[in-house]
Structures are given as C-alpha cells and as structure tokens.
C-alpha cells in the first residue's frame, strides 16, 4: 500500500498536535482500549453520536496505533456540514467524507465500498444523528448489511464525557473530562452467507448496539424515551 507523503504526514501530525493540546487540556482526554485497535482495514470503526467532538477525539485515540486520517481511516460526516467551503474543505483534508442521511446516498455507498476495498478503516456513527439525551439510540440497518454483505470486522468505540462535554442544542464546548473507549473486534459472522432479511438485518444491529452499549456508563446503555428519539432508521 503505498505509502503517505512526507507533507500529508506533516499536515496531519500538525493538526493532530492541536487538537491533542486542546482536548487534552480543555476535556482532560482519556482515550481506552488503543490494543484493541487492528493496524488496517478492511475494518468498520462504530462509536456512539452526541457532538462533533466526539469524531475527533477517537480520530487522536486510532492514530495512537499509529494510523492515520485521510490515509488509513476515512470518516462519515453529515453532508450538511459541507454547507460551509472552508469546513467542507478542512474536512475533506481530514479524510472525512459527505453522507446524505435523507436518503439512500448511492455515491457516499460507492465511496465507502472503494475504501473498504483499499483495506483502510472507516469510521461512522451507526445511529444516523446526535443523540439528544446522551442515551444510545438505535441504529440504521443499512451498516451492518454493509458489515455482512462484505465480511467487514467491526471495532466498537464508547464516547463518554461529550453528552456534559457538549450536549445537543450548544454552541461551544464545557471544560467536562471526555473518555474514548474502544472494545474488542468483533464480526456477523452468524449472519454471513445466508439471504439476509431485513429482520435479519434489524437484529443485526441490535447487535451492533449492545457491543458499543457495553463500553458506556450503565445509563447511557438504555434508549432514550419516545419523546426524545431522533431520526428516522433507513434501511
């Protein structure tokens, strides 16, 4: 696999360099469980959503292996956050690549495929949106036909700390300790070549879910009430 270039790895150790200063000395960053993190792909890395901290501190968490964005790991973001250039850009940058969550987004699946093909990593939160309460919700099917469909491994991530961190409807970050805890690799495999149904494919990411669940405080393992569930599941 060809190697990054001396200006990419200094790119992306400079921006790292910040982003450690600061979560480390504004969030007191605990990061878990690195021995748990394989040194390539092809691999699905699955953490739970609150904030957009949430994606960067587990990016500092993999290159402790050491792996790097937009070389080794690519990231799911939101196509909204594109809205902006400079972001879209400095995102891009970053390995980052735009979703559309309204819909079934055929070029983002395209992406993800030809990454997944390369043996790099890909990283995304399963349930879709933030969770409002802190609390896991569920998640969108769509990830683990993926993960069955092509045999891809799966790194469970847990992210505490974020939901006081930066709970939804804030527009700055608190000084609250963030922990990033990454669990054991795990597969489908019971749901390997077979015809998977789509109620196969919703267990499937119960699954999922309880292997992230096991990694946060107990009471972020339970749902969050009907009222403050967020985000349709698509298959």
Not at 187 to 216: F, K, P
């Amino acid at each position: 696999m060809p190697q990054a270039s001396l200006r990419r790895q200094v790119y992306i150790h400079s921006v790292a360099t910040v982003f450690l200063a600061y979560f480390r000395l504004y969030h007191r960053l605990k990061i878990e469980g690195v021995e748990n993190v394989p040194l390539h792909g092809p691999l699905f890395v699955l953490i739970n959503h609150i904030s957009f901290l949430e994606p960067f501190a587990l990016g500092l968490g993999l290159m402790k292996r050491p792996l790097l964005p937009s070389v080794d790991i690519f990231t799911v973001a939101k196509k909204e956050l594109y809205s902006v250039k400079p972001i879209g850009k400095f995102l891009d940058s970053l390995g980052f690549f735009p979703i559309d969550r309204e819909r079934m987004d055929m070029t983002a699946m395209r992406t993800m495929l030809n990454i997944l093909k390369q043996n790099k990593i890909i990283a995304m939160a399963p349930e879709g949106t933030r969770s409002p309460t802190g609390q896991l919700q569920a998640f969108q099917p769509v990830v683990a036909k993926i993960a069955i469909s092509r045999h891809i491994p799966i790194l469970p991530v847990g992210a505490f700390g974020v939901e006081k961190a930066m709970p939804v409807g804030t527009k700055f970050p608190r000084p609250y300790p963030i922990t990033i805890r990454f669990g054991p690799v795990f597969e489908l495999a019971e749901y390997y070549n077979i015809a998977l149904t789509e109620e196969q494919a919703d267990r499937a990411s119960w699954v999922m879910r309880a292997h992230i669940a096991e990694l946060l405080p107990e009471w972020m393992r339970q749902l969050p009430p009907p009222t403050q569930r967020v985000g349709a599941r698509k298959i």
